[in-house]
């Protein structure tokens, strides 16, 4: 059966996209470099090619592909996200906020887009701002264990253990065996005990 070349990229992009999900990034890079024969300004390959790098902490190589992706297709929300994101990765807090930001323009209240802005933003110092764009995040996606802590995590870094305890917690009902979540809420646990004793030695 013959395929236009439309229709040859999208059947890649489909296959790309359930190898990711199986957690073959590899095979899904070699998928997606193949639909660059067929239309080398196939921007979605390169979205795809740059969110396989980003997990297998690639961020260099997933830069690259962002690159080209923006070169043929500026206005593309998903590849603004996944700049700002690398950026995120890589400690560099102002450029990724520009980056999401400009995401978040072109495709308004995405829970994932928000979360990411959130947490570049309170590293970036903006911690209030951020605290809230996360909440705004878990507003739009109350199940999300990823958003759940991220919070938990800046909510333990604030001292607020009551709040980060509940986030925790809510991750470990939606997914028993995430290790992380265990691991965070045991240092909540530690940490408001260290915490209210100090607190009490500061006040005699």
């Avoid at 999208?10 to 190898?19: G, S, T």
């Avoid at 333990?156 to 253990?161: D, G, L, R, Y």
Wanted: hydrophobic share 40%; with cysteine.
């Amino acid at each position: 059966m013959l395929y236009d070349t439309d229709t040859q990229v999208n059947v890649l992009l489909e296959e790309a996209e359930k190898k990711k999900q199986r957690g073959q990034h590899q095979e899904a890079i070699k998928i997606c470099e193949s639909i660059l024969h067929y239309d080398l300004d196939a921007a979605e390959a390169y979205e795809e090619i740059a969110d396989n790098y980003l997990t297998l902490r690639e961020y260099q190589k997933a830069k690259r592909a962002l690159d080209r992706a923006m070169v043929l297709d500026p206005a593309s929300p998903n590849a603004n996200y996944l700049m700002g994101f690398v950026y995120s990765c890589m400690g560099k807090w102002k450029v990724s906020i520009d980056y999401l930001e400009r995401s978040d323009e072109l495709f308004p209240n995405h829970p994932e887009i928000l979360r990411c802005l959130g947490w570049s933003m309170y590293h970036d110092g903006q911690k209030q701002r951020g605290l809230i764009l996360l909440e705004r995040s878990l507003n739009l996606a109350s199940e999300d264990t990823l958003i759940l802590t991220d919070l938990g995590v800046l909510y333990m870094n604030e001292k607020n253990f009551d709040r980060a305890g509940l986030m925790f917690k809510k991750v470990l009902v939606l997914d028993p065996d995430n290790e992380k979540a265990l691991e965070c809420l045991n240092a909540v646990k530690f940490f408001s005990v260290e915490y209210a004793k100090i607190k009490k030695q500061m006040e005699q």
